[in-house]
């Protein structure tokens, strides 16, 4: 980490305990920002080898000294979620389907996942840590088919062996609904991308945090609400409002890492200018969050993210701060990756 950084974030770790600030500073946020910037873009590094069907949405994690990557697939039906491997995050091999499609389900035609609990320290391990003995994945669930058709909500499947990819138990009923009694006004009609991390220090009385776009009836915009849990299992919103919005647009797909005591969201943000672009917040509570001002983390720039540059996940290893991104552009819809030095020379 820079030595500024990272006095930066002592000074006020010293100065505000127990109380924890509800904002980051400016310094701060600008010391972020440079520790996270990726300005050079590589370019695809993952395309499903049909070219009809679409990929997105990447997670990535490391196990046994080997990287793996779950993404999901669009083929004009619904979501699939997908698996595939490298040994240095710029060559991946697909494995293949962990969450098919099933018959006379809740979610039959849609099943996008998203692991849980992924170590969220800034250059740490980045395992996937279990829990109960089994991994978990949060999912993108429905019944309609189509691009993001009907209403969707949040499913939960678990395994209890990552070599076994079609082992995936997903009978558990919906976590999270647009029809739950409990929905509030910016969730009403329909649920996306979930991000489920440990949280123990229980900055909000629970050890488990889930963070999930939505969308609602009088809110026809997507927002980024909070939920929490103790087992993973049964969840229970967590305040009235979203915590990242702009009212109009999109924000949404976050992702959490954690840098000595402050936390980093990444997330995309659409139309409310033009394109699809990535963005960061800071939080030292997990709950009231500091937008960034400044430019944009991602933007379209290249044939290939032309249309959209968008739906980050973010690691930093061994020095360098690789940016994985959903692009769509002369190449359709990818996996594409921008990192914060020149891995082309």
């Known amino acids: 980490m820079r030595p500024f950084l990272f006095l930066l974030l002592l000074t006020?770790?010293?100065?505000?305990?127990?109380?924890?600030?509800?904002?980051?500073?400016?310094?701060?946020?600008?010391?972020?920002?440079?520790?996270?910037?990726?300005?050079?873009?590589?370019?695809?590094?993952?395309?499903?080898?049909?070219?009809?069907?679409?990929?997105?949405?990447?997670?990535?994690?490391?196990?046994?000294?080997?990287?793996?990557?779950?993404?999901?697939?669009?083929?004009?039906?619904?979501?699939?979620?997908?698996?595939?491997?490298?040994?240095?995050?710029?060559?991946?091999?697909?494995?293949?389907?962990?969450?098919?499609?099933?018959?006379?389900?809740?979610?039959?035609?849609?099943?996008?996942?998203?692991?849980?609990?992924?170590?969220?320290?800034?250059?740490?391990?980045?395992?996937?840590?279990?829990?109960?003995?089994?991994?978990?994945?949060?999912?993108?669930?429905?019944?309609?088919?189509?691009?993001?058709?009907?209403?969707?909500?949040?499913?939960?499947?678990?395994?209890?062996?990552?070599?076994?990819?079609?082992?995936?138990?997903?009978?558990?009923?919906?976590?999270?609904?647009?029809?739950?009694?409990?929905?509030?006004?910016f969730e009403n009609k329909t649920i996306y991308k979930s991000h489920v991390i440990r949280d123990e220090e229980k900055l909000t009385g629970y050890p488990f945090v889930m963070y999930y776009n939505a969308k609602g009836d009088t809110a026809d915009y997507e927002s980024i609400g909070m939920a929490v849990s103790n087992d993973l299992k049964n969840w229970k919103r967590f305040g009235e409002?979203?915590?990242?919005?702009?009212?109009?647009?999109?924000?949404?797909?976050?992702?959490?890492?954690?840098?000595?005591?402050?936390?980093?969201?990444?997330?995309f943000g659409a139309f409310w200018k033009p394109g699809a672009f990535e963005r960061f917040a800071c939080s030292y509570d997990l709950v009231n969050w500091t937008v960034w001002e400044g430019p944009d983390l991602i933007a379209p720039s290249e044939p290939f993210d032309q249309q959209y540059a968008h739906k980050p996940w973010v690691i930093k290893w061994e020095g360098t701060v690789y940016h994985f991104y959903n692009a769509v552009g002369d190449q359709g819809r990818v996996i594409a990756l921008a990192t914060s030095r020149d891995l082309k020379k």
């Open 241 to 267: 409002n979203p915590v990242i919005t702009k009212n109009q647009g999109i924000c949404g797909d976050a992702q959490i890492v954690k840098i000595d005591n402050l936390y980093i969201m990444f997330y």
């Open 12 to 185: 006020f770790s010293c100065a505000q305990k127990p109380e924890l600030s509800k904002t980051v500073s400016k310094a701060v946020m600008e010391e972020i920002y440079k520790e996270i910037k990726t300005p050079f873009k590589y370019g695809v590094v993952f395309q499903h080898p049909d070219s009809t069907k679409m990929v997105d949405s990447p997670t990535i994690f490391r196990e046994n000294n080997q990287w793996y990557m779950t993404y999901i697939v669009f083929d004009g039906q619904g979501y699939e979620t997908w698996m595939a491997e490298s040994e240095d995050l710029l060559h991946w091999e697909s494995l293949g389907k962990i969450l098919p499609f099933t018959e006379g389900t809740w979610d039959e035609n849609q099943k996008a996942g998203y692991p849980a609990l992924i170590n969220t320290s800034w250059e740490g391990d980045y395992n996937w840590e279990k829990f109960d003995d089994s991994y978990w994945m949060t999912y993108l669930g429905g019944s309609s088919s189509g691009y993001e058709a009907g209403t969707l909500k949040i499913g939960l499947a678990n395994n209890s062996d990552l070599s076994n990819l079609v082992s995936w138990d997903t009978s558990n009923e919906p976590l999270l609904s647009p029809e739950d009694r409990d929905v509030r006004w």
